[in-house]
């Protein structure tokens, strides 16, 4: 069998580690290359050298360099990376697992372009937990509809540059789509001094930042007389790093197509 020659970007981030360490030890994956930007002093370092560890692989910012043997790219970065990182491999067929959070609608739109090009799977969150709590929260949603104010409330680690994150909004679209509302009508990201009463059609978001929280999102229906809550908690990276790898073998036979977790764990109805 031939494994998945995969290259890695942001190599030297966290989520960059924690998926070099997961390749090394998985074999059907093989390291094929790792990116990092410009200036990144990791460069030209080897990728396994956090591991006290060699992989042959050096770490480049030169796509075509870091790139040669890659036939998927593994992307957790930020928007700018990944949107950069998003053309070379349109044009040179490469297949794009991206997990990066935080884009906007142009970057968005520039994704399902390139998916026109070559297969990507784009994901705010690649854990089997979060994309089951997805589900779950669709069918609360809709049992829910009447009389219960729905607030989703997310914690992260100290360093984190996105807010809300990318699950909770992906939360937050798949309860409004559920009630038939339209989540830019209806969120509410902040809330300060002299509010007025909250309005029951809204969809309110909680953001925390601190310490080395890796992912914490509750959704609270909060009704009269009582309080659902649906919560899903992170304690490892490495659940991320297997679902990025599941949506690698995914892609495996895709030449083309934009794809989310749903497709890759066959969650949708
Ligand atoms: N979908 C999912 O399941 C998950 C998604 N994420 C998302 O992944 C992203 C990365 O998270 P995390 O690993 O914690 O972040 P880190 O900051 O630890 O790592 C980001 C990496 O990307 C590099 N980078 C930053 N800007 C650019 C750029 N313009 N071009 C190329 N590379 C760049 C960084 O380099 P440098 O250090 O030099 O800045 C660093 O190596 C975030 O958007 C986060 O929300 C995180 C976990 C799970
Ligand atoms: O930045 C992180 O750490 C995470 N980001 C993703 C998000 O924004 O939802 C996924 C996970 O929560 C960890």
Redesign the pocket.
């Known amino acids: 069998m031939n494994p998945l020659n995969i290259a890695i970007a942001g190599a030297g981030g966290?989520m960059g580690h924690i998926l070099i360490e997961t390749i090394l030890q998985t074999p059907d994956a093989r390291l094929a290359g790792a990116l990092d930007r410009d200036g990144s002093p990791t460069l030209g370092a080897d990728a396994a050298t956090f591991l006290g560890q060699k992989s042959g692989v050096a770490i480049e910012a030169d796509l075509a360099k870091g790139l040669a043997g890659a036939q998927f790219l593994i992307d957790f970065t930020r928007p700018e990376g990944t949107l950069a990182h998003l053309a070379y491999c349109a044009e040179h067929g490469i297949k794009m697992i991206i997990?990066t959070?935080g884009f906007d609608e142009a970057g968005k739109a520039a994704i399902a372009a390139a998916a026109k090009k070559t297969a990507i799977v784009f994901a705010?969150?690649m854990s089997v937990g979060v994309n089951v709590t997805l589900k779950l929260l669709q069918q609360a949603a809709k049992a829910l509809s009447v009389g219960y104010d729905i607030e989703v409330i997310?914690a992260?680690?100290r360093h984190?540059v996105?807010a809300p994150?990318?699950?909770?909004l992906k939360m937050g679209e798949v309860i409004a789509d559920a009630l038939g509302r339209d989540l830019k009508e209806c969120a509410v990201y902040a809330r300060e001094g002299v509010t007025g009463e909250r309005d029951p059609s809204s969809i309110g978001f909680a953001t925390i930042r601190g310490g080395d929280i890796?992912?914490d999102?509750t959704v609270l229906f909060a009704g009269t007389g009582e309080r659902i809550e649906i919560s899903h908690k992170?304690s490892s990276?490495v659940t991320?790093a297997h679902g990025a790898l599941r949506a690698a073998r995914f892609l495996a036979d895709k030449a083309t197509g934009l794809y989310d977790m749903n497709d890759v764990l066959s969650l949708n109805d």
Request: proline fraction near 5%; avoid cysteine.
């Open positions: 966290r997990g959070t705010p969150n997310e992260h680690h984190k996105d994150s990318g699950t909770a890796v992912g999102h992170s990276r991320y």
